[in-house]
C-alpha cells in the first residue's frame, strides 16, 4: 500500500489545478447555451408570457410563432439568398486562395516574401474602413442590387487569411512528393491538382468553413448593396423582420432562431473537418 500513496498524492494537485480552467468552461458554455435557450423557448411564448414568466416553460405553447415564419417568403427567400452567396464566396476564395498559396509555397522567385506581405497586410485593413470607396466603386461597375457585388469584395477579403493558412500546410507537404510526379512527366499544375489538393483535404474543408462563415454572417456589405428587396440575406431579413414586428418580441425570436439553424447545422456537419484541418496543420513539421 505504501507505493500507492506518492502516486494518489500526485494526482490530487493535478486535479486541482484543472478545476479552474472547468469552472471557465462552464461559465463562457453557460454564456453561450443559455441566451440560445431563452431564444428557442421564447418563441413558443406570447409576449405576455415573456413578460410575466421569461425564464420558464411555455404555458401553453404557442406554435404559430415558427409555423407561421416557415410558410413565408420573408425568410425563405432571404435563406436561398444567403446560401447562394455564401458558397459561391467560399468556391471563389478557396480556389483563388489555393492557387495563390501554391505559387507562394512551391516557387522561388524574386519578390516572393513582399508579395506575401503585401497579402498579409490585408488582415490589418477593417472592413468599415474600406466601405464607402467600395460602394463607389461597385456604382461606377454596376453591381449595386446584384450578388457580384457582394461575393466580390467578400472574397476579396478572405483572401489574406486563406493564403495565409494554405501556403503553412503547403509548405508542409514533403518536397520528394513533388520530386517524384515531375519525373513521372507530371506539369507543376498537374501536382496541384491531383496531389497537392487531396493531400490538402483538411486545410481545405478548415478555409472553407471560414469563408462561409463570414459570408453567412456579414451584415454591412449586404445592407449597402442591396436596395432590391429580393436580393436580402438572412441578416438583413432578421433586422427587416424586427423592424416589422416591433411590438411582438416572441416572434422576433422565433425569426432569429430559425435564421440560426441553418449555420448551426452547417457547424454540427463540418466540426469534425474544421478541427482537423487545424490540427493537422499545427502539428506537421
Known sequence: MQPRAPHRAGKQPSRLRTVPLHVVSIVVGLTIV?????????????NGQLTSNPFGLPKPWVWDNYTDI???????????????????????????????????????FRGRELL??????????????????????????????????????????????TIIILRGFFRNIPGEIEESATLDGCTPFGFFWRILLPMSRPALATVSVLALVASWNNFM??????????????????????GQYASDTARILAYVVLAMVPSLAFYAVAERHLIGGL????TKG
Open 34 to 46: 443559455v441566451p440560445v435557450l431563452f431564444g428557442v423557448l421564447g418563441g413558443f411564448k406570447d
Open 70 to 108: 416557415l410558410g413565408s417568403e420573408n425568410f425563405w427567400r432571404p435563406l436561398f439568398n444567403s446560401t447562394v452567396i455564401a458558397i459561391a464566396t467560399t468556391v471563389l476564395v478557396v480556389m483563388v486562395s489555393a492557387m495563390a498559396a501554391f505559387v507562394f509555397a512551391r516557387f522561388a
Open 116 to 161: 506575401f506581405t503585401f497579402f498579409t497586410i490585408g488582415l490589418m485593413f477593417p472592413f468599415a474602413v474600406a466601405i464607402l470607396p467600395l460602394y463607389v466603386l461597385l456604382r461606377e461597375m454596376e453591381l449595386l442590387d446584384n450578388p457580384l457585388g457582394v461575393i466580390l469584395p467578400q472574397a476579396a477579403f478572405g483572401l489574406p487569411v
Open 221 to 242: 456589405l449586404p445592407l449597402v448593396v442591396f436596395n432590391d428587396q429580393s436580393w436580402w440575406t438572412l441578416p438583413i431579413g432578421v433586422q427587416q423582420f424586427q
Open 279 to 282: 490540427t493537422s496543420g499545427a
